[in-house]
């Protein structure tokens, strides 16, 4: 199962996400779909709500191929730029927030998936991550590394969410997954606990729930 999420705050926002539903059918199947969400923007300051939907999916893209998939549709709709420095308003936003339950990242030199031919056959998804022992030895590391670290594992225990995953945000990469802001953001989980309210954050064990329950955004998203 792959969970994205889709916001828009300018033009006809509903139409957007219509637009983006429709186009992320086209390379996958969409398996559910959550109530539209309003919500004020978050990070920075607009006079411009949002729309704001959850989905679930299937699809054969392996996570980079998804990703750029979900950027040549927010392309095509119409978002001129996607910056990882500053937000503003936009068009459409799909972000990818969990790829079956993966914990992914790759930098912007990462050698986990090289440039290929079309007409190479794809990797599959355990070559894609280079087998899960490499993974596992990975997150050791990090884990050896990382005095933040700890602290998520005690939020399994029921401590307080830190502000950041370290795993994941100590650098700037092309694609990490589970999204490293989602448990942060009320617009992500109020949509997503009503499609998937169990699934489970494969690093911080909690479910959509009990990370809602835990959120420190103060903001609260309403249904349309």
């Known amino acids: ?29 969409v398996t ?45 709709l119409g978002r001129t730029a996607k910056t990882t420095t500053e937000y503003a308003d936009r068009v459409i936003d799909i972000d990818i927030i969990d790829y079956d339950n993966q914990i992914i990242k790759i930098s912007h ?9 079309t007409d190479t056959p794809p990797k599959t998804g355990g070559e894609y991550l ?14 050896n590394s990382s005095p933040v670290l700890g ?13 950041k995953l370290s795993i994941l945000n100590s650098q700037r990469s092309l694609l990490t997954l589970p999204h490293p802001l989602m448990h942060l953001r009320n617009f992500v989980l109020y949509p997503l606990a009503d499609i998937a309210p169990e699934w489970v954050h494969p690093i911080l064990k909690l479910t959509t729930l009990e990370l809602k329950a835990k959120s420190e955004d103060k903001s609260i998203p309403y249904k349309k």
């Open 1 to 29: 199962m792959r969970i994205l999420s889709i916001g828009t705050n300018i033009g006809d926002r509903e139409r957007n996400i219509e637009n983006a539903v429709k186009a992320l059918g086209e390379i996958g199947k």
């Open 32 to 76: 559910a779909i959550s109530p539209i969400y309003t919500s004020e923007p978050w990070g920075f300051e607009s006079e411009n709500g949002f729309y704001n939907i959850a989905l679930t999916m299937e699809s054969e893209l392996l996570p980079l191929d998804l990703l750029r998939e979900t950027q040549r549709i927010e392309k095509e």
């Open 109 to 117: 030199q990462s050698s986990i998936e090289p440039p290929r031919p």
């Open 130 to 143: 280079d087998q899960q022992s490499t993974l596992n030895s990975q997150l050791s590391a990090l884990n």
């Open 151 to 163: 602290e998520v594992h005690e939020v399994g225990r029921g401590k307080t969410l830190n502000s």
